[in-house]
């Protein structure tokens, strides 16, 4: 039967599994080091409460009740995605795959860090990736001005 269960036994009651706490510090790690499979393609897949299996490209926010989410519509072509906002609670099942990359080239983006936003105040491990962001978009953007003159 198809619907919400506490699924973390090992927990605190009121903590589920696949909660904000589980992505905004183990997760991310771990997902990092899980996806550098070499020539294979990572691919995050999360299955909610409904059966509905979503194929994420990114993670784009975190928040205390829910996340937002990039997802494949396409796995050929990268644009054709959509954003959509997962509650924690409707999160059944991770999985974590390696694909060969000619059967699939687009999988998950393990390089792109979520904002991690608590009580809607930004965290400030947020303030340092918004940083890094912006330095390497600069650098990004010198060259170009540099071949410019």
């Known amino acids: 039967m198809i619907g919400y269960y506490p699924i973390n036994p090992a927990g605190p009651a009121s903590e589920d599994a696949f909660g904000p706490r589980f992505f905004k510090t183990r997760f991310y790690s771990w997902i990092r080091e899980t996806c550098t499979t070499g020539d ?6 999360i299955m909610l409460t409904s059966g509905q299996v979503l194929d994420i490209s990114h993670i784009v ?4 009740e829910y996340m937002l989410v990039s997802v ?3 796995i050929r072509d990268c644009s054709k995605t ?5 509650r924690y609670l409707t999160i059944y099942r991770i999985n974590v795959l390696a694909e060969p990359q000619e059967d699939r080239p687009l999988g998950f983006n393990v390089k792109h860090e979520p904002l991690v936003i608590t009580n809607g105040k930004k965290s400030p491990d947020l303030d340092e990736i918004l940083a890094k962001r912006k330095a390497a978009e600069k650098a990004k953007a010198e060259p170009s001005a540099k071949k410019k003159k």
Not at 40 to 45: A, C, G, I, Q
Not at 61 to 64: E, F, G, H, Q, S
Not at 82 to 86: A, D, I, S
Request: glycine share 0%; proline share 6%.
């Open 40 to 45: 294979k393609t990572p691919v995050l897949e």
């Open 61 to 64: 926010d975190l928040r205390d």
């Open 72 to 74: 494949f519509s396409d």
């Open 82 to 86: 959509y954003h959509t906002y997962v």
